[in-house]
């Protein structure tokens, strides 16, 4: 679900630009870049030249609850040096050469000529609001009202608004899949625009063996507008773009830090530390990514995702097949999940979890009017846990994640009621299930105004994790709030989570999900 905001960008809210994007706070490190002047003084580049935000995640990518900023600095505020002609012409001849290149290091054939344009600020955001279409203005406000109820943002935050501010900010280059043309912008410096390219043209590789507006489509399914009831495969299947979109942007990363490092004879498989340094950059953003540092943990990590984890995916595959494996081969056998992103090994091995069994939503919602719906994956889990945990305990308890999924309603004939949520989990033992349901509890107090545990049931206890420093929270246990009561229950490796939803509800809810 936390991906979905950001399908808004990739199917929608801004066309295609989000899938195919280059963002400025991607830098190339700047070690990489000391080893591509002593190779080629002529191919030097900038300590700041390119990276992806997003998801900017935040995830990323979805999430401190930093406030929407009313002031920023941008970029635009710093004196800005055009392209000249002259300038332009220099680069749309590289264009060729660098394509040749990355159609090399791929094995991606070059099909066809790419068209190319230099693209001022003003024709960006022009493309950006064409592209902006009504539906998925709605689309983008009700996922924001269940990021809230989440805590992922805090309650005032303008996520349309932030969101238009990052890729203002964030934006270097773009690939267009319905033109065929890579769009250089006018402001970027020279010495930046090369890697741009680098990365830029790997898309357009791409598109011309897959065909990227479709392939991207083929795992576009918007569950919260559906009618019918989504089944476990609808519910499993609900991160493919997401992961898809990782693959097309690893893809793409790899391939600019490649064209950094070959002046100098290596290659990022002989550079760990280079690729550690640049996903250290994605994350932290550049001295002057202001609204990117500013943005919550969840949109800093949403943003980042399908750059950092998709180089390390595109990485672990190189090593493990070569190019083929890591180019062509999973263009044609993509992953479904984050989780397979997020630990490739997962992916390599064919690992298969088993579909995890959904209620019947109309049935058991049948006083409800349904508001979204969507799978919880990996990744959600991931930036949950590190917003109210940090990211050590994350980092180890997310590869524990075996499936999850949510649903928000309002109660019918009540439309100014507080926003009903259901939310499942599944994890690798009842143990890990344990934890969750602690570090979810722990969110309460920063996410209401007013939580309260009532007491506790004769089924439910709280006791301290053998090896760290964390409780296990274990059976049912209720708290109330200014919007209605929360239940967080434990049984075996499953974690319910009721919020604000009638006794009735949740009980017919249990039932189901525990087989009572």
């Not at 009202?145 to 989440?150: A, E, I, N, P, Y």
């Not at 064919?350 to 919602?365: A, L, N, S």
């Amino acid at each position: 679900f936390l991906m979905n905001t950001f399908k808004l960008l990739g199917n929608g809210f801004v066309g295609t630009l989000l899938a195919v994007v280059l963002l400025v706070g991607n830098s190339i490190p700047a070690a990489a870049q000391d080893q591509a002047s002593q190779g080629n003084q002529n191919q030097n580049q900038a300590d700041k030249n390119v990276r992806p935000t997003q998801d900017q995640r935040s995830s990323g990518d979805s999430s401190s609850t930093a406030q929407a900023p009313s002031t920023q600095t941008s970029p635009a505020q710093k004196p800005e040096v055009k392209i000249t002609p002259r300038e332009a012409e220099e680069l749309f001849h590289s264009v060729d050469e660098i394509l040749a290149f990355d159609s090399k290091q791929t094995g991606l054939p070059i099909k066809k000529q790419v068209k190319r344009r230099l693209t001022s600020r003003d024709e960006v955001e022009a493309y950006l609001t064409k592209h902006m279409k009504d539906e998925d203005v709605k689309r983008l406000q009700r996922s924001e009202l269940v990021l809230k109820k989440f805590g992922l943002l805090p309650r005032d935050f303008d996520l349309e608004r932030l969101l238009v501010s990052l890729l203002r900010e964030q934006v270097a280059g773009y690939y267009d899949p319905k033109t065929k043309t890579v769009n250089l912008l006018d402001w970027v410096p020279m010495e930046e625009q090369e890697p741009v390219m680098a990365h830029e043209l790997t898309h357009a590789l791409q598109d011309q063996t897959v065909g990227l507006d479709k392939w991207m489509k083929r795992g576009e399914k918007d569950l919260g507008e559906i009618r019918k009831d989504p089944t476990p495969t609808d519910i499993e299947n609900d991160e493919m773009d997401d992961s898809r979109e990782a693959v097309v942007e690893g893809q793409a990363e790899a391939v600019m830090l490649q064209y950094e490092l070959a002046p100098g004879g290596r290659s990022i498989l002989d550079s760990p530390d280079l690729v550690d340094e640049m996903e250290s950059q994605m994350a932290n953003g550049t001295d002057d990514s202001t609204v990117f540092k500013d943005a919550p943990i969840f949109l800093r990590e949403s943003l980042t995702f399908p750059y950092s984890y998709g180089l390390k995916f595109e990485v672990k595959l190189l090593e493990k097949g070569g190019k083929e494996k890591a180019f062509p081969e999973v263009l044609a056998n993509p992953p479904r999940t984050t989780r397979q992103i997020m630990q490739p090994e997962t992916y390599l091995s064919g690992e298969q979890i088993p579909p995890m069994p959904v209620i019947e939503f109309k049935r058991d919602f049948k006083d409800y009017i349904k508001f979204d719906i969507g799978g919880m994956g990996e990744f959600d889990v991931a930036v949950l846990v590190e917003q109210y945990a940090g990211k050590k305990l994350s980092e180890r308890l997310y590869p524990e994640w075996r499936g999850g999924y949510y649903y928000a309603a309002h109660p019918k004939g009540d439309a100014t009621a507080p926003l009903g949520l259901m939310y499942v989990s599944r994890w690798s033992d009842a143990e890990k299930a344990a934890e969750f349901a602690d570090i979810y509890a722990r969110s309460l107090a920063t996410r209401y105004k007013h939580a309260e545990e009532v007491g506790k049931t004769s089924s439910g206890q709280a006791v301290q994790h053998p090896k760290y420093k964390i409780n296990l929270l274990q059976g049912r246990h209720t708290w109330t709030t200014e919007e209605g009561p929360v239940i967080i229950e434990e049984q075996g490796d499953t974690v319910l989570v009721t919020e604000s939803l009638d006794a009735a509800t949740t009980d017919t809810i249990e039932k189901e999900v525990f087989k009572k």
